[in-house]
C-alpha cells in the first residue's frame, strides 16, 4: 500500500519536474530558482513519507482496516461450513450440551478435562479428584469474568449491571434451577437465555463446562449441609470461605 | 581606506560567537523537548473515538475484568477489541435510548464494525507479545497504567525501545503475582525478595538482544 503511494507519488514528482522544464525553457530565471526549490521540496517530502515505509508495511495487522473489501475489514469473515483442523463438532454431549435433543444429566468429566489437556493453556495432572478441583478453580475465574457482572459471584442475580438497570436474573438457588440438569445451563451460555445475551463468541466450550461445574459448586455450597458434601465440594467450599 | 566595521563591533561579534554556542544548544534541548513532548510521544493524548467509551465506569464503577472485552490477551500476541456484539451484551437493555450509544446500535444494524483510533500501536518492525507478558506476571497496570481512572484511553508511557529495554533489563523490578495481573490498579512497589523469588518460580530472564523484539 505504502509502497505504492511512494512510487506513485515519486511518478508524479517525475511528470511535474518535466512540465517544470517546459515552463522554465519560456520564463525567466526567477521562476525557474523558485520552482527549483520547490521540486527539491516535493522531492524531500517523498522520501520523509517513504522513512515511514518500515514503521507500516504493507502487511495487516487484527483488525487492522482495509479499502479493499466492502466492509472496510482486512480481516475475512471465514466461509459457512469451515472446519478448523481439530474443531470437528460432532460430539453433541460436548459442544451442545445434548444428546439426541435432550440436555445432558451427568457431567461430562472426562471430556472436558480432555479439551483442556488439548488447550496447552491451562495445565491438568492428577486422578479424577485433583482435575475436577482444577476445573472448579477455573470456572470459578471463568464465572467471575463473564457471569458475575450480572449474577453475582454468589448466584444471586444483584451484580452490578442489574444494580445500573440491567432486567435482574433469577437465583442459582431454587429448586427450579437445582433441578435443572447440566445441558441446560450448557445450552443458556451458548445461545442465551430471554433477555441474557449468549456467550457463544467470548467463552469456548471446555471453559462454559467449567463454568457449570462451579455454578454448580455455588449451588450446593448454598443448599447442602456440610456433612452430605463429598471430599472435592468439600474442599471448594473451604476455598471458597462459604457457609452450608 | 576607512574601516567596515566600527570598533565597537568587536564585542558584538565576540557576544554572538559565545552566544551561538548557547542558541546551538537551545536549538537541540528544543529539539529533545519536542520528541519528548506529548505531541510526538502521545502519552497522556486522547483520541477521537465513534463513542466516548469510558473504562473508568466499565472498569472502575461496573467492575468488569479485563478479559470480558479484550479476549485474546491471555493467549495470543493481540489483545483483542470487543466487537459490537459485545457492547450489546448489556446495551441491549441499558441506555438504549442513549445518543452516545447510537453509533453502536447503528453498527450492530448494518453489520458495519466500530472503528475505534488505535491508542497504543508499536511501528511494525517491532513485535510483541501480549500472553508471555501476562504469563510471568506482568500487569496490565506496569504497561497502561490505572484505566480504571480513564473516561478516555491515553497512553501512559511513550512505547519508546528505552521504556520496553528499562524492564527488560530489570524485569525483577516490575514482576508481581501472576493472579494480580487483571486488577485495574497495583500498589508499585514490591517487596524485593519476594520479587526474586517469582523470576524464579516464572523462570523470567532478562531479554535484550535485538532478535528478542526485531524479528
Ligand atoms: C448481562 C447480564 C448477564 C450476564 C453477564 C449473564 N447473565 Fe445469565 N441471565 C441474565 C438474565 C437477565 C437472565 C434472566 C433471563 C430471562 O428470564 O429473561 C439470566 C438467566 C440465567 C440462567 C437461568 C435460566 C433459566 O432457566 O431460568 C442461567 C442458568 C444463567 N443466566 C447463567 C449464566 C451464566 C453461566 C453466565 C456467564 C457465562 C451468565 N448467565 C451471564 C443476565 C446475565
Ligand atoms: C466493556 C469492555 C471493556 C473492558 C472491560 C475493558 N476494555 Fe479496554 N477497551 C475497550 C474498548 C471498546 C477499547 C477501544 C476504545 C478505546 O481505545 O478507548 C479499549 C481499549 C483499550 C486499550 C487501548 C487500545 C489501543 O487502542 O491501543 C487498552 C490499553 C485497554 N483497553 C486496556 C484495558 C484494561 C487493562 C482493562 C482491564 C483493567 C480493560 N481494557 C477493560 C473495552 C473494554
Ligand atoms: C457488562 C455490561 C456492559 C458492557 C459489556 C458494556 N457496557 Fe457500557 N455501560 C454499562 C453500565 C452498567 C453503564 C453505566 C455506567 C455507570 O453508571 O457508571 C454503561 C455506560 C456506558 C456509556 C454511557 C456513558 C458512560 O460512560 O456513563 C457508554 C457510551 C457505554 N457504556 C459504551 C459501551 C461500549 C462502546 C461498550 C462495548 C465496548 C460497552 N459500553 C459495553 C455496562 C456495560
Ligand atoms: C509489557 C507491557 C504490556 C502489558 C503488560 C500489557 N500491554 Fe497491552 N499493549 C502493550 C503494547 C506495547 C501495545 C501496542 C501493541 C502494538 O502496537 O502492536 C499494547 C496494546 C494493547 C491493546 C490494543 C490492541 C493490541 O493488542 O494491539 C489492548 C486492548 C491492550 N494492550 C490491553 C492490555 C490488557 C488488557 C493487558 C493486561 C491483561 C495488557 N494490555 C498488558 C503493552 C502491554
Ligand atoms: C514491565 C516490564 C516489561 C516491559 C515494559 C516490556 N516487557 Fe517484554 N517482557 C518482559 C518479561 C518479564 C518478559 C519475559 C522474559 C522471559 O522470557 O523470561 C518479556 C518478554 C518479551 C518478549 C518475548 C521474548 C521471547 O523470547 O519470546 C517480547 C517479544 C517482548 N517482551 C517485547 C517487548 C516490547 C516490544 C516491549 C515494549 C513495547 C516490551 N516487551 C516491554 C517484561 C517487559
Ligand atoms: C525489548 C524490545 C527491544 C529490544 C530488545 C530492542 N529493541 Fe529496538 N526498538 C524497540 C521498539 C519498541 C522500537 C520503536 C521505538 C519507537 O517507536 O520510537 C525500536 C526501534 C528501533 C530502531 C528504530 C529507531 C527509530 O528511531 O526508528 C532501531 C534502529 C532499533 N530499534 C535497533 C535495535 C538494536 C540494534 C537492538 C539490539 C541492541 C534493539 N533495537 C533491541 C524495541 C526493542
Redesign the pocket.
Known amino acids: 500500500m505504502f509502497r505504492d503511494r511512494c512510487r506513485a507519488r515519486r511518478r508524479h514528482e517525475l511528470l511535474t519536474r518535466s512540465v517544470h522544464e517546459e515552463l522554465d525553457r519560456a520564463r525567466p530565471s526567477l521562476t525557474r530558482r523558485v520552482s527549483m526549490g520547490m521540486t527539491v521540496l516535493a522531492l524531500f517530502a517523498t522520501f520523509v513519507g517513504c522513512w515511514q515505509d518500515m514503521a507500516d508495511q504493507p502487511h495487516f495487522e487484527p483488525l487492522e482496516t482495509s479499502d479493499f473489501f466492502a466492509n472496510g475489514q482486512a480481516a475475512r469473515p471465514l466461509v459457512p461450513g469451515t472446519v478448523a483442523r481439530g474443531q470437528l463438532r460432532i460430539d453433541t454431549v460436548f459442544f451442545e450440551g445434548k444428546v439426541r435433543g435432550k440436555a445432558v444429566e451427568t457431567y461430562p468429566l472426562h471430556k472436558v478435562a480432555e479439551h483442556f489437556r488439548v488447550a496447552e493453556q491451562f495445565r491438568l495432572s492428577g486422578g479424577d479428584e485433583r482435575v475436577m478441583a482444577q476445573i472448579l478453580d477455573r470456572g470459578r475465574e471463568r464465572f467471575d469474568i463473564f457471569c458475575a457482572a450480572c449474577h453475582d459471584r454468589t448466584g444471586n442475580g444483584q451484580g452490578m449491571v442489574v444494580q445500573r438497570g440491567f432486567p435482574r436474573p433469577p437465583s442459582y438457588h431454587s429448586d427450579r434451577l437445582r433441578d435443572e440438569p447440566v445441558g441446560h445451563f450448557y445450552d443458556v451460555i451458548t445461545h442465551g437465555f430471554g433477555r441474557m445475551p449468549d456467550y457463544a463468541d467470548q467463552i469456548s466450550p471446555a471453559d462454559r463446562w467449567a463454568i457449570i461445574a462451579y455454578v454448580r459448586a455455588l449451588q450446593l455450597s448454598q443448599h447442602a449441609h456440610v456433612g452430605e458434601l463429598p471430599a472435592l465440594d468439600r474442599e471448594a467450599l473451604q476455598r471458597k470461605g462459604g457457609t452450608p | 581606506m576607512a574601516q567596515i566595521f566600527h570598533p565597537s563591533m568587536n564585542t558584538v561579534a565576540r557576544v554572538s560567537i559565545f552566544g551561538a554556542v548557547f542558541i546551538a544548544a537551545a536549538v537541540v534541548s528544543l529539539l529533545l523537548l519536542v520528541v519528548r513532548s506529548p505531541y510526538v510521544t502521545e502519552v497522556g493524548v486522547v483520541?477521537e473515538?465513534p463513542v466516548p467509551?469510558s473504562?473508568k465506569h466499565?472498569?472502575g464503577d461496573v467492575g468488569?475484568?479485563?478479559r470480558?472485552?479484550?479476549t485474546s490477551v491471555e493467549n495470543s500476541s493481540f489483545?483483542g477489541?470487543?466487537p459490537t456484539k459485545?457492547?450489546m451484551n448489556c446495551h441491549s437493555q441499558l441506555f438504549t435510548k442513549s445518543a452516545m450509544l447510537q453509533p453502536v446500535r447503528d453498527s450492530l444494524r448494518t453489520g458495519e464494525p466500530l472503528k475505534?483510533?488505535?491508542?497504543?500501536?508499536l511501528p511494525d518492525f517491532v513485535y510483541f507479545d501480549h500472553s508471555i507478558h501476562i504469563h510471568k506476571g506482568i500487569a496490565?497496570?506496569k504497561c497502561?497504567g490505572e484505566?480504571?481512572e480513564m473516561p478516555?484511553?491515553w497512553?501512559e508511557h511513550t512505547l519508546h525501545m528505552q521504556w520496553c529495554l528499562a524492564c527488560h533489563r530489570r524485569p525483577e523490578l516490575f514482576v508481581g503475582d501472576r493472579n494480580d495481573v487483571?486488577?485495574?490498579t497495583s500498589d508499585s512497589t514490591i517487596d524485593p525478595r519476594l520479587a526474586s523469588d517469582l523470576v524464579a518460580e516464572y523462570q523470567i530472564e532478562s531479554k535484550t538482544s535485538c532478535s528478542t523484539c526485531h524479528r
Open positions: 483520541r473515538q467509551f473504562h466499565h472498569v468488569l475484568d479485563c470480558y472485552c479484550h489483545a477489541i470487543p459485545t457492547c475505534w483510533t488505535r491508542v497504543h500501536d496490565c497496570v497502561h484505566v480504571n478516555l484511553m497512553r487483571f486488577a485495574a
